[in-house]
């Protein structure tokens, strides 16, 4: 936990819309360093964030052994000890400080990369309201005294524009039929007892001519693919861009923990009839539901590790979910922190995350480096808030675009269990990545 309070200045400002905003103070103070968790209109995506000219960055690259490397667990300890605000991710390949091995690949995006902004601009989208938080009287008053002279209607600002981008001109690293021959490898595995579930990924993804404006590829994804948990941080040289529908932990000030796992997907329909017999056969289909009780059953275990004994729930259990292009089945699970512990105590327990790895998870993580051909990155990691008051919350990066240089990069996929169909899976990837694929286009 924090080690000091820290007396947090508040003042209210008119309502704005997040997305609006951020593309108004990004063109006056500038992009690198901004961060906005955006989330939707619906419950889970009610609160947003947006921070702007971050005061202090930090950043974790390379693997434990390599020269310079730093734990970025370690790193973000030091984060929760100062008792400041941060914004930013944690990319899966951290996860080779939990559970050091040689079979993690060496990702060219960061580890941990973080920012500090005071203030924060803190949106609720529910009762439309509006305001900065932080320590600093006088840049609170400068941002304050900004925002309020901008126009009243920022959604009629036009917002950056890029090429599209054809479906063709992607290069796919794991095409569909090389990722049916990889299911049938898990299967195999799993036949022999070697493991239960795996989270197998596709990847597919192109490098243009010019650097592209990341501002206005979220554009068009967060107009195509709204979700709860949607953001992006953009760091320099790298970005994320994200629709994510996943919560992967929150933790209260309280201890309170809460895990939202997602397992089962079936695409969305126009037709009314059509879209409720997709989303039947999802909630009654065996392969979905024990796929995501295995996942339940992988999460109560690591949250056991650092939540008191009896507090862990599932109060939802196979709940359908249903979002522009999909329907999921989610579960939630909850516990209570044990006293003295955090948020990156929570973390490392907890990482990476059950739903994008399998069970036996670290098996599953070294199974699957031998079939995935490139370093997932931020990918599958985090997009995250520690707050001061020890308050932290976190997406797991799915529906996400990972931009570095003219690089852009797509990730895709879905759990193997003993029952999974290989054409059946490598259709299911597609339902999820080509919404996105289409947003660019």
């Not at 799993?190 to 243009?208: M, S, V, Y």
């Not at 693919?225 to 970005?239: H, K, M, N, T």
Request: include cysteine; hydrophobic fraction near 45%; charged fraction near 20%.
């Amino acid at each position: 936990m924090p080690s000091a309070a820290r007396r947090r200045l508040r003042h209210q400002l008119a309502w704005r819309d997040p997305w609006s905003l951020a593309l108004a103070l990004a063109e006056r103070c500038g992009r690198d360093g901004l961060v906005l968790l955006e989330g939707d209109d619906s419950p889970l995506g009610r609160r947003a964030l947006l921070g702007v000219e971050p005061l202090a960055v930090v950043r974790c690259d390379g693997l434990p052994g390599e020269a310079a490397a730093e734990d970025p667990f370690a790193r973000l300890a030091s984060l929760q000890a100062s008792g400041l605000p941060w914004l930013g991710w944690l990319g899966y390949e951290a996860g080779a400080w939990v559970e050091p091995a040689p079979h993690w690949q060496r990702s060219d995006m960061a580890s941990l990369w973080a920012a500090h902004h005071d203030p924060l601009v803190h949106f609720d989208r529910q009762q439309r309201l509006c305001w900065l938080e932080g320590q600093d009287g006088e840049r609170i008053a400068r941002l304050a005294a900004l925002i309020e002279g901008l126009p009243a209607d920022l959604a009629a600002a036009a917002e950056p524009r890029c090429p599209g981008i054809p479906l063709a001109a992607w290069h796919w690293h794991t095409p569909p039929q090389a990722y049916a021959a990889r299911v049938e490898q898990l299967l195999a595995w799993i036949a022999a007892g070697d493991l239960f579930q795996a989270n197998l990924t596709a990847c597919c993804e192109l490098t243009l001519a010019e650097r592209p404006d990341a501002l206005a590829l979220y554009g068009r994804l967060r107009r195509r693919c709204g979700a709860p948990f949607a953001g992006l941080a953009l760091a320099g040289p790298e970005a994320v861009l994200s629709a994510s529908p996943e919560r992967f932990l929150r933790l209260e000030a309280d201890g309170r923990v809460e895990t939202r796992p997602i397992k089962g997907t079936r695409p969305r329909h126009p037709a009314a009839d059509a879209d409720a017999a997709s989303a039947a056969a999802l909630v009654s289909d065996p392969k979905d539901r024990a796929e995501n009780v295995m996942i339940v059953d992988l999460l109560r275990n690591d949250l056991g590790r650092v939540c008191r004994s009896g507090s862990i729930q599932v109060p939802q259990l196979l709940g359908l979910e249903s979002y522009s292009h999909v329907h999921h089945l989610t579960s939630v699970v909850t516990g209570q922190l044990r006293p003295g512990l955090g948020a990156v105590e929570l973390l490392r327990a907890c990482w990476p995350g059950g739903s994008i790895t399998g069970a036996p998870k670290v098996r599953a993580c070294r199974r699957l480096s031998q079939l995935e051909p490139v370093p997932r990155g931020p990918y599958c990691g985090s997009l995250f808030h520690l707050a001061a008051d020890g308050h932290f919350d976190s997406s797991i990066l799915i529906r996400s675009l990972l931009l570095r240089g003219r690089r852009l990069r797509l990730h895709a996929g879905g759990g193997i269990v003993a029952d999974s169909d290989p054409a059946g899976e490598a259709v299911e990837m597609g339902w999820k990545i080509r919404p996105l694929l289409e947003a660019l286009a």
